[in-house]
């Protein structure tokens, strides 16, 4: 795992500039703090600069920016490949030499051997690159198939940079972007900035499983939109989800579990190879409990789990997460999480992900990444599970509503109206009087939930109310076409790895890990793992009310189920409880009415608003108040670093922005209202 960037100059552009590849590369020096390098070819105006998190190959045959062993390629590269140690000697038999056994050699042979198209397929893993064909004069920018591993690309006065982090691009003379509103919108209303856009103005992330090729003459006159335009898939995810549930498994259900089983075994195995020590988080949930077991299974020695605990019990999994490990025979490390831990990294979290980011669950992603890094350098983690198995409550949920959605638009969205109209509180009272205690899932703030999906225009627009705060979804460009599937709690999967998994998941593990300096595997989102539950009828991973049906089946051939059929909690945080005490007097400081008019971008009447209610007891808005505190607290980064964000937007329907002054303007995209 490392960090990359890169510049390619146009034709005409001034060579001196090249030399900012090297500050590019230390500003990622976090991300490779184990060595880097820089190679320059001034007369092709290209750049490669690398930071090195030594894995595999520990030796100097491992250092980055590497030649091929014909000296045709140069490539600067972020990641593992998982599955080329087999293809070394058919390589070897062709001719190829190898100096050391690091992946980027034999990545570099293949690519020689097969070109890039060719061989990409073949490779298992994640992965980020810039590959420089010296021949050709061609740079080509890779993503990996899911999008484990970042790559943003930006245009500045006749270079195209590209970086495994926003904040290398600083160290570029004449980077002074303006703040994209689109993306800001975006945080404010779900907490994460879509894959498809970046809180920049001219700059993009690669899309996971495509490539940019691109040569000098390619950049005179082009801009962001002529590049993107340019972007080619070498794997599609709607093709394999498409074809998957055309041709489904016919075996049964023992059989299924048996195939599964083996080849989870595989891809952890594979994913265990390093020359440094590796462990695993363990939160207590199925999909971490399964890959430390199947890591267990396959070590002489015990594997080394790690776990975040908190004084909350609402939230608390540590208990659960050391009960698996003593079951397992793991070395098991926990760290317990006090609101005052949180309160300590907040300072850090703009700098760590660069782009406004209000998932709460990064906090104990950070922690536990540091915690980690103290005994480990690699981590195995059982991300992915949710989105390939069907995991969250929407899934499930989805599947018990769906004949719903067939009744007409108007019908519901009286329904909807109705159920809304009452105020959590009230529904709560009406249900209680009833007689006897109503089941959990009849509470008042469910009852709201559930108008709010009924009120729904289309599948579009229930996916976004599932994943968004407030009142009113989302209104974000985040393209979500979605192949033929049979169901809607299919589709519902599908957008899910499409959006919220690259967008949120994947930034949020990769960010806490690699700031610091921790190697963080997932299994689960091997490609060869999503092809197969992807071939797996819903049936098998919706069933009684659960989602990872399949799964649990396979977690229950190593740990009783007494141990994990429990509520879904993973690293979520009791940040609600927080808010209202031990964090409530930094968050009224920046939610402050005069603060938010100096900062000039959200509604102070809507923001007091929900803090009221919230500090009341009368609504949970803890997730749309810690979006407005993390754009908050990212634009306090960026004037610390003597940056002052420049907005840029048009005159449109949207939240009521305001000047200085106290006048109103309104921008594009930006309504909480």
Same mark, same amino acid.
């Given at each position: 795992m490392c960090g990359?960037?890169g510049?390619?100059l ?6 001196r500039?090249l030399?900012a590849?090297g500050?590019?590369a230390?500003?990622?020096?976090h991300?490779g ?6 190679w320059?070819d001034g007369?092709?105006?290209i750049?490669l600069?690398?930071r090195?998190?030594?894995?595999v ?5 491992g250092r980055?920016p ?8 140069v490539v600067?590269y972020?990641?593992e490949i ?6 070394r000697s058919?390589?070897a038999?062709q ?10 050699e ?11 198209a060719a061989a990409?397929?073949r490779m298992?893993?994640?992965f980020?690159?810039g ?7 061609v740079?080509?920018?890779v993503?990996?198939?899911?999008g484990?591993?970042?790559?943003y690309?930006?245009?500045v ?14 160290a ?5 972007p303006?703040?994209?509103t689109?993306?800001l919108?975006?945080v ?5 900035v879509p894959?498809?856009?970046?809180i920049w103005?001219g700059?993009f992330k ?5 490539m940019?090729?691109v040569s ?11 590049l993107?335009?340019r972007?080619?898939?070498?794997w599609?995810l709607a093709e =394999?989800?498409?074809?998957g ?5 016919g075996l049964?259900?023992?059989e299924?579990?048996t195939e ?18 590796l462990g695993a ?7 971490s ?7 267990q ?6 594997v ?6 908190f004084d909350d019990?609402r939230?608390?999994?540590a208990?659960?997460a050391?009960?698996v ?12 999480l006090?609101a005052a831990d ?6 850090d ?5 660069d782009?406004?980011?209000a998932?709460?669950s ?5 922690l =536990?990444s540091?915690?980690a890094?103290?005994?480990v350098?690699?981590?195995l983690?059982?991300?992915?599970g949710?989105?390939?198995?069907g995991?969250?409550?929407?899934h ?12 007409? =638009?108007?019908l519901?969205?009286?329904a ?15 249900l ?5 205690a109503?089941?959990s899932?009849l ?9 709010r999906?009924?009120?729904a225009?289309?599948?579009?627009d229930?996916y976004r ?7 009113r ?13 049979p ?8 957008r ?6 690259p967008?949120d ?6 960010r806490a890990?690699m700031a ?6 997932c299994p689960?989102?091997d490609?060869?793992?999503i092809e ?5 009828p819903t049936a098998?991973k ?7 049906w399949l799964l649990?089946?396979?977690l229950g051939?190593?740990?009783?189920k007494?141990?994990f ?7 979520n945080?009791p940040i609600?409880?927080?808010l209202k ?5 930094w ?8 603060r938010?008019?100096r900062?000039s971008l959200i509604?102070p009447a809507y923001v007091?608003?929900r ?17 407005v505190l993390?754009v908050?607290?990212?634009l306090d980064?960026?004037r610390?670093?003597?940056r002052?964000?420049? =907005?840029?937007?048009?005159a449109?329907a ?8 106290g ?7 930006i309504?909480l209202?």
């Amino acid at each position: 795992m490392c960090g990359i960037a890169g510049i390619l100059l146009a034709e005409a552009a001034d060579r001196r500039c090249l030399a900012a590849v090297g500050g590019m590369a230390a500003a990622l020096h976090h991300r490779g703090p184990d060595g880097g390098g820089v190679w320059t070819d001034g007369d092709a105006g290209i750049a490669l600069g690398h930071r090195r998190l030594a894995i595999v190959d520990l030796s100097a045959a491992g250092r980055q920016p590497m030649h091929s062993h014909g000296e045709r390629l140069v490539v600067t590269y972020n990641g593992e490949i998982y599955n080329l140690a087999g293809m070394r000697s058919e390589l070897a038999a062709q001719g190829h030499r190898f100096r050391g056994h690091s992946d980027t050699e034999i990545m570099l042979a293949l690519f020689e051997s097969l070109g890039v198209a060719a061989a990409l397929p073949r490779m298992a893993g994640m992965f980020a690159l810039g590959l420089w064909d010296r021949t050709h004069r061609v740079l080509h920018l890779v993503r990996d198939r899911m999008g484990k591993k970042p790559l943003y690309v930006a245009l500045v006065e006749g270079a195209l940079l590209f970086a495994s982090e926003l904040k290398a691009f600083r160290a570029v003379p004449g980077f002074d972007p303006e703040v994209d509103t689109r993306a800001l919108d975006a945080v404010l209303r779900q907490g994460w900035v879509p894959d498809d856009q970046c809180i920049w103005q001219g700059v993009f992330k690669l899309p996971p499983g495509t490539m940019l090729s691109v040569s000098a003459g390619d950049l005179a006159g082009a801009s962001v939109a002529s590049l993107q335009r340019r972007v080619r898939p070498w794997w599609s995810l709607a093709e =394999v989800a498409g074809s998957g549930q055309q041709a489904p498994f016919g075996l049964p259900a023992p059989e299924l579990e048996t195939e599964l089983d083996r080849l989870l075994r595989t891809v952890v195995r594979e994913r265990m190879i390093a020359d440094v020590p590796l462990g695993a988080f363990l939160s207590g949930g199925i999909d971490s409990a399964l890959i430390a077991s199947l890591m267990q299974a396959q070590s002489a020695q015990p594997v080394r789990t790690f776990t975040v605990g908190f004084d909350d019990a609402r939230y608390d999994e540590a208990g659960a997460a050391a009960a698996v490990a003593r079951h397992l025979g793991t070395e098991h490390t926990e760290f317990r999480l006090t609101a005052a831990d949180a309160r300590a990294v907040i300072p850090d979290l703009p700098r760590i992900w660069d782009e406004p980011f209000a998932d709460e669950s990064q906090i104990p992603t950070l922690l =536990v990444s540091r915690l980690a890094r103290q005994h480990v350098t690699v981590a195995l983690t059982g991300d992915g599970g949710d989105e390939g198995f069907g995991g969250y409550s929407r899934h499930v949920m989805s599947a018990r509503v769906a004949p719903v959605f067939g009744l007409p =638009v108007a019908l519901r969205q009286v329904a909807a109206a109705a159920l809304q109209t009452l105020r959590p509180a009230t529904w709560d009272r009406m249900l209680r009087s009833v007689g006897r205690a109503p089941p959990s899932i009849l509470s008042g703030d469910n009852m709201q939930r559930l108008g709010r999906l009924l009120g729904a225009a289309d599948e579009r627009d229930l996916y976004r109310r599932f994943t968004t705060f407030g009142d009113r979804p989302a209104a974000t460009g985040q393209a979500d076409a979605v192949p033929l599937l049979p169901d809607l709690a299919a589709r519902l999967m599908y957008r899910d790895m499409t959006q919220y998994l690259p967008g949120d998941i994947l930034v949020k593990l990769d960010r806490a890990s690699m700031a610091a300096s921790l190697e963080t595997r997932c299994p689960l989102l091997d490609h060869r793992v999503i092809e197969f539950a992807w071939r797996l009828p819903t049936a098998m991973k919706l069933r009684g009310g659960k989602g990872k049906w399949l799964l649990r089946q396979v977690l229950g051939r190593y740990v009783p189920k007494a141990l994990f059929e429990r509520p879904k909690h993973g690293f979520n945080v009791p940040i609600g409880a927080w808010l209202k005490g031990p964090m409530r007097d930094w968050a009224g400081d920046l939610l402050a009415p005069d603060r938010l008019r100096r900062e000039s971008l959200i509604d102070p009447a809507y923001v007091q608003a929900r803090w009221r209610e919230h500090l009341d007891g009368r609504r949970d808005h803890a997730g749309e108040l810690w979006a407005v505190l993390m754009v908050q607290a990212w634009l306090d980064a960026e004037r610390s670093a003597e940056r002052v964000p420049q =907005v840029a937007g048009t005159a449109d329907a949207g939240l009521a922005l305001h000047n200085a002054d106290g006048g109103a303007r309104r921008l594009e995209g930006i309504d909480l209202s």
